[in-house]
């Protein structure tokens, strides 16, 4: 790593228009190889038992980022003067005796959960009872046409299934194509034997663990039920062959005649949780500037420990800690570690910084959501937002920015990587297109909500989401280049006289993916 007064003549003039070289120079020398080993040691710990959402553990983390953000001199950018955000989780569980599927035709049959009916994890569970007639499709699925030209608004929509060793595949693409006609549920109809059926009942009572703001912001969405029986119970209660629509060729659709289906699922609460993000801001400099915010984000959970309760994390031999150390306590290193080094610049950067350590991204980006939703400063005043996740593995010379060909930060930080040699480290475009990582980290809650983001992701590797993602893996020397990257990258954006802006086409396509 290349140090002396020679960096000066590296730096940007949106840099130097605002802080001297020599504090820019004290700043980014803070962060080293050391530093990120020793915090990516800390969070990725034994003890912290995987920080699943939520957990101790997961609490024990938050303390130890707001801890370092205080150290720092930033101000509490949380709830109640504090740097915590903490949002509702809910610990759940069907209540097979008060949920029942109803078959009303030529004769009334009633169905119970766990009994004859089997409901599908693909979906949130319906918060009001859902009744209509019901469409049978039959046939390969059809892209072109998955719906066979039926009419099915307020209907169900019947697929008939046809099992595997490994289970009974969902046409996602027919039921997306039926919500989107304003179908109100999918009732797939299968041949799974009797082993397999007794295995998928037995989830049926496994406790969830879900949103809270979610669950409640539910009663205001479209509704749609997803339950599976099986061929016998469709054959006496809806009165067709699923045997022979099976061997179809073609794909058709039939309207039962006199045939209603109605589905209530009731959920009993077993306990309301919560879990954190942390957020830390440095108040900008600038008069006017200031009341713009730039966004460092990374997530601090992963997917804890393997157990019974716990299918995400399996134990190899008497390893059982999935310990999260590139997934993501490299990013939430990163978070760190810049917002150490920004602190240290005088005067502060013009723009406002936030640096926000969130939870629940395992679980489905969920503390980014929250904040996206529950914003604790205004998101229209938010102009981009940095995310680090996985940034310490991989290439010694390489870092994928995916959301580079989206806006005009991708041309910004090519800029700040051509005019910073010494960091040898090349951002490269987004090489797994067909992964949709652009829509898999906590990013993308800022996105759809119309800022422009930047992804710093290293990729995945055999560790990932494996017990073997430790600390000894990581290499913290290249993971000091790309923060230095991205001080130097945040800097630039926050004394920018203007703040980023999205390519036009970009941000139509990726807010209406949002269903914004």
């Not at 390489?398 to 990587?417: P, Q, Y």
Request: hydrophobic share 40%; charged share 20%.
């Amino acid at each position: 790593m290349r140090r002396g007064s020679h960096v000066w003549l590296t730096l940007l003039p949106g840099a130097l228009a605002a802080q001297t070289a020599a504090s820019v120079q004290h700043a980014v020398s803070s962060i080293v190889p050391g530093d990120i080993h020793r915090r990516i040691a800390i969070i990725a710990d034994d003890s912290m038992r995987g920080r699943n959402t939520p957990s101790p553990e997961l609490e024990k983390v938050a303390a130890y980022v707001a801890g370092e953000f205080k150290h720092f001199g930033l101000r509490p950018g949380g709830d109640s003067g504090g740097f915590l955000q903490r949002y509702g989780i809910l610990r759940e569980q069907l209540d097979t005796a008060a949920s029942a599927l109803v078959i009303a035709g030529r004769t009334t049959v009633t169905l119970q959960p766990g009994v004859e009916v089997n409901v599908l994890p693909f979906a949130p569970l319906p918060r009001r009872e859902l009744s209509g007639p019901v469409v049978v499709l039959a046939g390969p699925a059809d892209s072109a046409n998955p719906l066979a030209g039926a009419d099915v608004r307020g209907a169900w929509v019947a697929l008939i299934a046809t099992a595997t060793p490994r289970g009974v595949p969902f046409d996602g693409v027919t039921a997306q194509a039926a919500v989107e006609a304003g179908a109100i549920g999918a009732l797939l109809v299968s041949d799974r034997p009797d082993a397999q059926w007794q295995s998928r009942l037995a989830h049926l009572t496994t406790p969830s663990v879900v949103l809270a703001w979610r669950e409640v912001a539910r009663d205001t969405l479209p509704q749609f039920g997803l339950v599976e029986v099986r061929d016998a119970t469709a054959a006496s209660a809806l009165g067709i062959d699923p045997a022979a629509l099976r061997s179809q060729q073609t794909r058709t659709a039939r309207r039962l005649q006199e045939t209603t289906v109605t589905f209530r699922a009731r959920q009993r609460v077993l306990e309301r949780l919560s879990a954190p993000n942390v957020i830390g801001v440095l108040e900008g400099s600038d008069p006017k500037l200031k009341q713009e915010y730039e966004f460092f984000t990374g997530h601090m959970d992963h997917i804890g420990v393997a157990g019974p309760g716990n299918p995400s994390c399996r134990a190899v031999g008497a390893d059982s800690i999935c310990n999260g150390a590139d997934d993501d306590g490299s990013g939430t290193t990163a978070v760190i570690e810049a917002a150490q080094a920004l602190s240290q610049l005088t005067p502060h950067p013009k723009r406002s910084l936030v640096f926000m350590t969130v939870s629940g991204e395992e679980k489905g980006l969920w503390g980014s959501e929250y904040f996206a939703e529950h914003p604790t400063v205004p998101l229209a005043n938010i102009v981009a937002d940095l995310n680090s996740d996985m940034v310490g593995r991989n290439w010694k010379d390489t870092i994928a920015v995916i959301g580079k060909e989206h806006s005009d930060l991708g041309r910004t930080l090519n800029r700040v990587a051509a005019a910073h040699p010494e960091l040898r480290m090349t951002p490269i475009d987004d090489i797994w297109p067909q992964e949709n990582f652009y829509f898999r980290s906590d990013h993308y809650n800022f996105a759809r909500k119309g800022v422009p983001i930047l992804f710093f992701f290293n990729g995945t590797h055999p560790d990932y989401h494996q017990v073997s993602d430790e600390v000894a893996k990581i290499d913290a020397e290249k993971e000091s280049r790309i923060v230095k990257l991205v001080f130097y990258l945040g800097l630039e954006i926050a004394n920018a006289p203007e703040r980023p802006k999205w390519n036009p086409e970009s941000y139509r396509r990726i807010v209406q993916a949002a269903g914004n």
